[in-house]
């Protein structure tokens, strides 16, 4: 989809300064959209932000903790200071710890918690005011292959995960009398940031590796032509899907 399918829409891509929502800017950006790139990682982002903005693509860069309701409405604020109205927010923010669950604190449980799910609520709460009125707009929550499938020891990034897409079908019924789809996009083993515990293990790499029957981890540029295609006008009838990415792991 090397088109300019995007010129003229304005998005927001929270977790956008690395790994997969990095590539989906990169991927809107290249369609023609005006992208607004927004992490908490003030160095990252303007290294993000620098890193497209070489390429001439449009984008900008907004300092936000999803999981801040202040931060989030402050973001919010500003985009529509910048951009007036939103055509399409990805939601992408997210953390994973993978431990027992009888080893984890509250506080951890509700960090993985309000940063993959709170978040999402708060960012899609905030921009939605942006987003009306318009008969178009597109939500895209990035979900997980384990919305589906579980694997030990990720029991708080499961239930963030489970319940991200319980959102993302709820919201594709309340939204879609407007026009607005929403959807999910569920990553399987990516060789991102967030899987550098296992990319660094030997052992633990190759047995992801042996799980997954297209026999490889996905790459990031595996996930930004997906994303483009759910913001074009061909996936109009698409809204409370989830599409798996996961080389055929959730098929076995």
Same mark, same amino acid.
């Given at each position: 989809?090397?088109?300019?399918?995007?010129?003229?829409?304005?998005?927001?891509?929270?977790?956008?300064? &690395? +790994?997969? #929502?990095?590539?989906?800017?990169?991927? =809107?950006?290249?369609?023609?959209?005006? !992208? /607004? *790139?927004?992490? @908490?990682?003030?160095?990252?982002?303007?290294?993000?932000?620098?890193?497209?903005?070489?390429?001439?693509?449009?984008?900008?860069?907004?300092?936000?903790?999803?999981?801040?309701?202040?931060?989030?409405?402050?973001?919010?604020?500003?985009?529509?200071?910048?951009?007036?109205?939103?055509?399409?927010?990805?939601?992408?923010?997210?953390?994973?710890?993978?431990?027992?669950?009888?080893?984890?604190?509250?506080?951890?449980?509700?960090?993985?918690?309000?940063?993959?799910?709170?978040?999402?609520?708060?960012?899609?709460?905030?921009?939605?005011?942006?987003? &009306? +009125?318009? #008969?178009?707009?597109?939500?895209?929550? =990035?979900?997980?292959?384990?919305?589906? !499938? /579980? *694997?030990?020891? @990720?029991?708080?990034?499961?239930?963030?995960?489970?319940?991200?897409?319980?959102?993302?079908?709820?919201?594709?019924?309340?939204?879609?009398?407007?026009?607005?789809?929403?959807?999910?996009?569920?990553?399987?083993?990516?060789?991102?940031?967030?899987?550098?515990?296992?990319?660094?293990?030997?052992?633990?790499?190759?047995?992801?590796?042996?799980?997954?029957?297209?026999?490889?981890?996905?790459?990031?540029?595996?996930?930004?032509?997906?994303?483009?295609?759910?913001?074009?006008?061909?996936?109009?009838?698409?809204?409370?899907?989830?599409?798996?990415?996961? +080389?055929?792991?959730?098929?076995?």
């Amino acid at each position: 989809m090397k088109t300019r399918t995007l010129v003229g829409k304005n998005a927001v891509i929270t977790g956008a300064s &690395r +790994g997969l #929502g990095l590539s989906i800017a990169e991927a =809107l950006a290249e369609a023609g959209a005006r !992208v /607004a *790139l927004v992490a @908490r990682d003030r160095q990252r982002l303007r290294a993000a932000t620098e890193q497209l903005s070489s390429r001439d693509l449009a984008v900008e860069s907004l300092v936000a903790d999803v999981k801040r309701e202040t931060e989030v409405n402050a973001m919010a604020d500003a985009v529509a200071s910048r951009f007036g109205k939103v055509q399409i927010l990805v939601n992408n923010a997210g953390i994973n710890l993978r431990q027992p669950l009888a080893e984890f604190t509250l506080a951890e449980w509700q960090e993985v918690l309000d940063t993959n799910l709170t978040g999402a609520f708060l960012v899609t709460r905030a921009l939605l005011p942006h987003m &009306r +009125g318009q #008969g178009y707009g597109r939500i895209i929550n =990035l979900t997980s292959m384990m919305s589906h !499938v /579980a *694997l030990p020891q @990720r029991t708080a990034y499961c239930a963030s995960k489970f319940g991200l897409l319980g959102l993302t079908r709820a919201l594709a019924l309340e939204l879609a009398p407007e026009r607005i789809t929403v959807n999910g996009i569920s990553p399987g083993p990516f060789a991102t940031e967030i899987n550098r515990p296992l990319l660094e293990s030997a052992e633990l790499s190759q047995w992801f590796v042996s799980r997954i029957p297209l026999g490889r981890w996905g790459e990031s540029r595996d996930i930004g032509q997906l994303a483009l295609y759910l913001c074009s006008e061909a996936a109009g009838f698409i809204t409370g899907a989830d599409i798996v990415i996961d +080389g055929g792991w959730t098929a076995q």
